[in-house]
C-alpha cells in the first residue's frame, strides 16, 4: 500500500506537460485562468471481433457513428490488447500495466466460483484514480469485471460515479437471469433496471456528460455488448430481417444497438460545444468468439482466448478533434496498455518515470512529432498460452501447441506459415526476450476460472464446468458442450448459453479433461 499513498500523495504536485504545441497550446503568461483540460472519453466493447465495424470492412451491419470517429480521428489497424480475455484486458488497459506483473492473469468465472482474492491489486493506480487529483470528475458506467469486494469496486478505484455490474457477463433485458449474474447497481447499491442494458447503459452516459459539462470528465464507458447471451430488443432486431441466421440476425442487432449509443454520445458532444475539447477512444476488449457470437476476425487467424492475432488485435480508434489528424490510419503497432500514458499527456500532465508504466504516449506520434515504432516488442501470457512479437516477427505458443511457432505478419497476416525451423535464430532471439520478460512477473493470483475456489468448495458439475468454459467467461456455448439434448435439456431459459446452476442441474463431473470435449 506504501507505492498506492505514495502515487495518490503526489500525483498533484507532477508538473510539466509533454504534449507538443500543436496537441496543447501554450497559456499566455499572464493569462487569467488555466485552459480547461480536456474532457475524455474511453468506450470499450466486449467481444467485437477485428472485422465487424463498417471501416474494418462490415458489410451487414452498418456502424456509421463508430465509423465517423475513424473519419475524424486515427484508426489503428495493429491495435492490441493485453489478454485475449475480458479480466486481465480490463486490468492492463486501466493501469497501463502488463497486469501479468500483479498477478492478474485470467478470468475469475462468475462470482460464486471466483477465488476470494479476485480483484484489481490495490497497489496499481487505475486511469480514474490518476485524473482526479487533476480535478477531473469521475464516472464509469457499463461492464466492471475487476473485483467483487466493496474495496475493489469503482467507486473505490477512483470512480466518482458508477452505474452497471460488477460480472463478466449479464443479461440485456429484466429477467431472472440479471439477478443470477448479479444485480444491476448504482454506486453501491442494487437498482432495477427495465431498458434494454446498451440502451441503459447509453442514457447513463449522456447524463453523466450533461451533468459536468462545466468541468473537465473522464468517462470510462465498456458496454457489455456485444458478448453472449445473444438478446436484443425488437427496435434493433427489425432491422436486420433479411439476414436468414438467427444468430447473426441477433448480433446485427446488439452491434446496432452498441453503434446507436455511441452515436448518443457523440452527438451530446455536439450538442454541447465539446468535440474539440473531448479525447474519445473506441477499442474492444479482445477479439470476437466467433462460434459462439458469429463476431467475426478476418483476416486473422484465432479467436477470444487464443494468442493468434484474432484474439489480440482488436478495433481501435482514437479521435481528438482539431489535436489528432482527421481520416488517418497508423498501422504500426500500438496496444491499449498505450492508453493511460496517453489520456494523462492529453491532461497536460508529464507521465512520471516511477509510475513504471508499460505504455507509451501516443500523441507525438500521431502528430508528427515523434517517428519510429511506439513498441518494437509486445508481450503476451496466459497461463502456458504466451506470445511476443518484436518487429513484424510473432513467436506464438497455444493451448494445443507447445511447439513454439514463428511468423512474419507483414507477409503472413493470417499466421498460416510457421517459420520456426528455418528461422531458428529469429525464433531463439524472441523466445529470449520473453523469458525475459516474464522473468519479471508475479504468478497467478488465482488460476482460470478460480480453481483455487473450486478446490475448497467442491463439487464434480463446478469442475466440469470450468473445464469447458475454454474461454473463461462464466458461461458454456453448444461448441464447448457440443451435445445437443443435454444442451437443450439444460438451458432452461432457452437463451443459447449454461450459467453454472443450469448446468448443476444435469452436467455430469468428469476428471482429467482439460477442457476436451
Not at 488555466?34 to 468506450?43: F, K, S, T
Not at 479480466?87 to 488497459?93: H, I
Not at 431472472?176 to 444491476?184: F, H, K, Q, Y
Request: net charge negative; with cysteine; charged share 25%.
Amino acid at each position: 500500500m506504501e507505492r498506492r499513498r505514495f502515487l495518490r500523495s503526489t500525483a498533484t504536485g507532477v508538473a510539466g506537460a509533454v504534449l507538443l504545441p500543436s496537441c496543447a497550446p501554450q497559456q499566455p503568461a499572464r493569462a487569467a485562468a488555466a485552459p480547461r483540460r480536456p474532457n475524455i472519453i474511453l468506450i470499450l466493447a466486449d467481444d467485437l471481433g477485428y472485422a465487424e465495424l463498417g471501416v474494418q470492412g462490415c458489410r451487414d451491419i452498418p456502424t456509421p457513428h463508430i465509423d465517423s470517429l475513424a473519419r475524424h480521428g486515427v484508426r489503428f489497424t495493429s491495435g492490441y490488447v493485453s489478454c485475449p480475455l475480458c479480466s486481465p484486458s480490463r486490468a492492463g488497459l486501466l493501469t497501463g500495466r502488463y497486469q501479468q506483473r500483479f498477478g492478474h492473469e485470467f478470468n475469475p468465472g462468475p462470482q460464486q466460483a471466483a477465488a476470494p482474492e479476485f480483484g484489481l491489486d490495490a497497489d496499481e493506480v487505475t486511469l480514474a484514480e490518476r485524473l482526479r487529483p487533476f480535478g477531473y470528475a469521475t464516472g464509469m458506467v457499463g461492464k466492471w469485471h475487476l473485483g467483487f469486494r466493496p474495496e475493489v469496486q469503482p467507486t473505490a478505484r477512483g470512480f466518482g460515479e458508477f452505474f452497471g455490474f460488477l460480472e463478466g457477463a449479464n443479461s440485456y433485458v429484466p429477467d431472472p437471469a440479471r439477478r443470477v449474474a448479479g444485480p444491476i447497481m448504482r454506486g453501491t447499491e442494487p437498482v432495477e433496471e427495465a431498458e434494454y442494458l446498451t440502451d441503459a447503459f447509453g442514457r447513463e452516459a449522456v447524463a453523466f456528460i450533461e451533468r459536468h459539462r462545466e468541468e473537465p470528465f473522464f468517462l470510462y464507458l465498456p458496454f457489455n455488448a456485444v458478448h453472449a447471451p445473444l438478446q436484443a430488443s425488437p427496435q434493433y432486431l427489425d432491422r436486420f430481417g433479411d439476414l436468414a441466421d438467427q444468430n447473426r440476425r441477433t448480433f446485427a442487432a446488439m452491434l446496432s444497438a452498441l453503434d446507436d449509443n455511441v452515436g448518443r454520445v457523440l452527438t451530446t458532444l455536439r450538442d454541447l460545444s465539446l468535440e474539440e475539447e473531448t479525447l474519445v477512444v473506441f477499442l474492444s476488449d479482445n477479439g470476437g468468439p466467433t462460434a459462439r457470437t458469429t463476431s467475426s476476425n478476418t483476416p486473422l487467424r484465432g479467436y477470444k482466448a487464443q494468442m493468434w492475432e484474432g484474439g489480440l488485435r482488436v478495433p481501435f480508434i482514437l479521435q481528438w478533434q482539431g489535436h489528432v489528424p482527421a481520416d488517418r490510419v497508423y498501422r504500426l503497432p500500438v496496444s491499449s496498455l498505450d492508453l493511460h500514458a496517453t489520456c494523462v499527456a492529453a491532461a497536460g500532465e508529464a507521465v512520471a518515470t516511477e509510475w513504471r508504466l508499460d505504455g507509451e504516449d501516443l500523441l507525438p506520434y500521431l502528430t508528427g512529432h515523434r517517428t519510429g515504432r511506439p513498441h518494437e516488442t509486445l508481450y503476451w501470457r496466459m497461463g502456458e498460452q504466451h506470445a511476443v512479437r518484436h518487429g513484424d516477427w510473432k513467436l506464438v505458443v497455444t493451448a494445443d501447441q507447445t511447439t513454439p511457432g514463428l511468423y512474419n505478419l507483414a507477409e503472413d497476416l493470417a499466421e498460416q506459415h510457421d517459420l520456426a525451423a528455418q528461422r531458428p535464430d529469429t525464433a531463439a532471439e524472441l523466445g529470449r526476450l520473453y523469458e525475459t520478460w516474464a522473468a519479471e512477473l508475479e504468478e497467478p493470483r488465482w488460476g482460470p476460472q478460480g480453481a483455487q475456489a473450486n478446490r475448497q468448495q467442491g463439487g464434480a458439475a463446478r469442475q466440469r464446468f470450468q473445464q469447458l468454459d475454454r474461454n473463461g467467461d462464466g458461461q458454456l456455448t453448444p461448441d464447448e458442450l457440443p451435445r445437443p439434448r443435454l444442451f437443450r435439456r439444460l438451458d432452461a431459459n432457452g437463451d443459447g448459453v449454461l450459467t453454472l446452476d443450469e448446468a448443476r442441474a444435469g452436467l455430469p463431473g468428469r476428471q482429467g479433461t482439460g477442457g476436451q470435449q
